[in-house]
């Protein structure tokens, strides 16, 4: 599934190309793509027809549109789009023959680029939150990301102490803090040296900071090369993948040596997926004891 950096990639490109333009037509094909928009794919349409798209936002890995309805002076729905495993937005000229995928599509006034919404697994999806341009109201559960600038080091801290579950089982919480997934999470625990079934309770400010310095570390690096692709599924909105899975110093790496000390990485199953650590560097830790 794209995690931060991927989506952050998406929106930028969406930011590029599609923001200040106003949507004509909206078809959509499957009706599955737009299933979170209860009202159903008729209404989607219309609740989008005429709308000018005002800007690219993301919350972790979500990101949306604030749309200006016509003659309206300031944005207050907005269109929400999560990726899923295999979800695509993508820009195509009008003249593309159609994806076997495409389950969304989105015309603008100009007769420019459309927008596509393409998804092999039908995972992701899309819909319009009414007065949800400042932030859709679905997803006002779900945290800052570590690269928000009001994201609260210090909260994040005391969060993780106040709770006893594995370090990494927290980091991929996204309600403690967004936007992080199975990858990302094997590479900083793998950069600040911690093993991702520390116990939360026992980590000292230092870690914690150490830590947090390496989710930006890791998430800025990859945003640098357009993400993570390991297959076609994951691209940017002009289709091109990313390339930081050459510099992945864990994450499926199993039996490689260790970039810092050349130990062989290790791959040990977690919450129902594959976890890569050093044994070296990131020693287990030891069993705590259980006070009666």
Request: with cysteine.
């Amino acid at each position: 599934m794209p995690e931060l950096p991927e989506v952050e990639v998406v929106r930028r490109g969406l930011e590029r190309w599609v923001v200040g333009r106003t949507i004509a037509e909206v078809e959509v094909g499957h009706p599955r793509a737009v299933r979170r928009h209860t009202a159903g794919a008729e209404d989607f349409a219309a609740a989008l027809r005429g709308a000018r798209v005002s800007g690219a936002l993301r919350r972790g890995k979500y990101l949306w549109l604030p749309l200006t309805a016509p003659e309206a002076s300031a944005p207050e729905d907005a269109m929400l789009a999560h990726l899923g495993m295999s979800g695509q937005l993508l820009l195509k000229d009008p003249e593309t023959p159609r994806e076997k995928h495409l389950h969304v599509r989105f015309t603008f006034t100009d007769g420019g680029h459309e927008l596509w919404f393409v998804d092999q697994r039908t995972f992701g999806g899309v819909s319009v939150e009414r007065g949800g341009a400042e932030l859709p109201p679905s997803i006002r559960h779900i945290a800052r990301d570590v690269l928000d600038p009001e994201f609260d080091d210090d909260a994040f801290h005391a969060a993780l102490r106040r709770r006893d579950s594995e370090l990494k089982r927290a980091l991929l919480d996204q309600s403690l803090v967004s936007g992080i997934g199975n990858i990302y999470a094997d590479e900083a625990l793998w950069r600040s040296r911690l093993h991702g079934n520390r116990s939360t309770a026992t980590i000292t400010k230092p870690q914690t900071t150490l830590l947090l310095a390496s989710v930006r570390d890791v998430m800025t690096d990859a945003l640098a090369v357009g993400g993570t692709s390991f297959d076609s599924l994951y691209v940017n909105v002009n289709g091109e993948s990313g390339y930081f899975a050459r510099s992945l110093d864990a994450y499926g790496r199993e039996g490689e040596p260790c970039n810092r000390c050349a130990t062989p990485i290790r791959r040990i199953t977690f919450m129902n997926r594959s976890s890569y650590f050093c044994m070296k560097c990131q020693p287990v830790p030891r069993p705590r004891r259980v006070v009666k």
